[in-house]
């Protein structure tokens, strides 16, 4: 069964930092691609970046790009999220997700954490 | 980017009725376009992927179909538990986009 679970948000002043942890279960962790994505109170969904199974590729949406680092450790199952700079409008649920299929980039996201709720205030 | 559109944002409905909802792309997504359901206090969960198959375990009433750039999602004779939030979201091309959403109530 796969099982994702994120930790580690909190609440941060402006320009403050917060690193984001997702510990993965019930698959192989190494072959899978995996995305933060997060939503804004009584918002939609955005995605936030990406990293391959490999980590030899990462994506970033624009809003985040240059302030937030996805990382992976394999031998730890867990994938990360390191948000510096962080502005009030950061404020969201960040979910840690898998793709549908190993080793692909162009898949459906397939399995979701429960979220960890960042909220960026003074 | 590719712009995702939704419509409507709501849609007030009755069990037993059927929906559609409607999502819309700025540019061809390849039909790679996928269909996610949330509930309040849930993480979403996949419903639809490739613009018409179901993901494991969803319900025949979910249906997808549509191409290139318009894309539906029809729910037909409407359970009690499907009264959630829909979002539709292309993963063709970076950035990965979503709609805005349609809140079905």
């Known amino acids: 069964q796969v099982q994702l679970v994120e930790s580690g948000g909190g609440v941060v002043q402006p320009g403050g930092s917060l690193r984001l942890s997702c510990v993965a279960s019930?698959?192989?962790?190494?072959?899978?691609?995996l995305h933060w994505v997060r939503q804004a109170p009584g918002k939609g969904l955005e995605w936030v970046t990406f990293?391959?199974?490999?980590?030899?590729?990462?994506y970033y949406a624009a809003s985040v790009k240059g302030r937030f680092t996805i990382s992976r450790d394999d031998s730890k199952n867990t994938l990360y999220l390191q948000m510096n700079s962080l502005r009030p409008e950061d404020t969201a649920v960040y979910y840690c997700?898998?793709?549908?299929?190993?080793?692909?980039?162009?898949?459906?996201?397939?399995?979701w954490g429960q979220g960890a709720l960042v909220t960026v205030s003074s | 980017e590719t712009v995702m559109t939704q419509s409507p944002v709501t849609l007030s409905v009755s069990p037993g009725e059927s929906v559609t909802l409607s999502c819309r792309a700025s540019q061809s997504v390849n039909n790679k376009l996928a269909w996610y359901q949330q509930k309040p206090g849930q993480a979403p969960r996949l419903l639809i992927y490739g613009a018409s198959t179901r993901a494991t375990g969803i319900p025949a009433r979910f249906s997808g179909s549509g191409s290139v750039r318009e894309f539906t999602l029809t729910i037909s004779s409407l359970q009690s538990e499907d009264f959630a939030f829909y979002e539709c979201q292309q993963y063709n091309q970076w950035p990965l986009t979503f709609g805005g959403g349609t809140k079905v109530e």
């Open positions: 019930g698959f192989i962790f190494s072959s899978y691609g």
């Open positions: 997700v898998r793709l549908q299929q190993p080793l692909l980039q162009d898949v459906p996201f397939d399995s």
């Open positions: 990293i391959r199974y490999d980590g030899g590729d990462t």
